[in-house]
T-cell receptor, first 114, second 114 residues
Framework: SQQGEEDPQALSIQEGENATMNCSYK?????LQWYRQNSGRGLVHLIL?????REKHSGRLRVTLDTSKKSSSLLITASRAADTASYFC??????????????FGQGTRLTINP | DTGVSQNPRHKITKRGQNVTFRCDPI?????LYWYRQTLGQGPEFLTY????????KSRLLSDRFSAERPKGSFSTLEIQRTEQGDSAMYLC????????????FGPGTRLTVL
């Protein structure tokens, strides 16, 4: 079953605008990650934020984490057509011997209109 | 490019047939994961290997599914007596020991069961 929910499920904006996607989760975490998936392709890791961090930047990406609300947001600034993809948040769940499995939300389908 | 490769990229089979997928992780990554993703959903964890040992299996992995990693390098996922409900994208990911937070995904194998 899915750990959390992403909001919105779909987002369509004009090129150059900012896109914000939200993720909520249910259990305590060590870290939260965001992945991008182009249609029919594998997942590309974007950014990881640890539970003791509140904000992290990577290029045009900004991720925030609020552990008290069990929520995270991904902001993509100055969007480009190439940003069109599905975006997933993933939380960690401990497996045996310290490994972690990823628990994904349902994703946000982002469309950037030229 | 993440470096994880999967073959085949697409597989179409008839119900009742057996299928086998292969995953080659990033060299020297001793942790390997299989996930399944159905249309419109996020990936769901199936199983985890550390080296050649299969240490975790999800309840999603029915008796018809078997995974191996015989020499601790590549892995195979076999589905016997396929059913239409097995139609999905099967994703493989790997991570290095001691730093399992980020998992690197392959392009996936899309299975269609007719």
């Amino acid at each position: 079953s899915q750990q959390g929910e992403e909001d919105p499920q779909a987002l369509s904006i004009q090129e150059g605008e900012n896109a914000t996607m939200n993720c909520s989760y249910k259990t305590s975490i060590n870290n939260l990650q965001w992945y991008r998936q182009n249609s029919g392709r594998g997942l590309v890791h974007l950014i990881l934020i640890r539970s003791n961090e509140r904000e992290k930047h990577s290029g045009r990406l900004r991720v925030t984490l609020d552990t008290s609300k069990k929520s995270s947001s991904l902001l993509i600034t100055a969007s480009r057509a190439a940003d069109t993809a599905s975006y997933f948040c993933a939380t960690d769940a401990t497996l045996i011997q310290g490994a972690q499995k990823l628990v994904f939300g349902q994703g946000t389908r982002l469309t950037i209109n030229p | 490019d993440t470096g994880v490769s999967q073959n085949p990229r697409h597989k179409i089979t008839k119900r009742g047939q057996n299928v086998t997928f292969r995953c080659d992780p990033i060299s020297e990554h001793n942790r390997l994961y299989w996930y399944r993703q159905t249309l419109g959903q996020g990936p769901e964890f199936l199983t985890y290997f550390q080296n050649e040992a299969q240490l975790e299996k999800s309840r999603l992995l029915s008796d018809r599914f078997s995974a191996e990693r015989p020499k601790g390098s590549f892995s195979t996922l076999e589905i016997q007596r396929t059913e239409q409900g097995d139609s999905a994208m099967y994703l493989c990911a790997s991570s290095p020991h001691g730093s399992s937070d980020t998992q690197y995904f392959g392009p996936g194998t899309r299975l269609t069961v007719l």
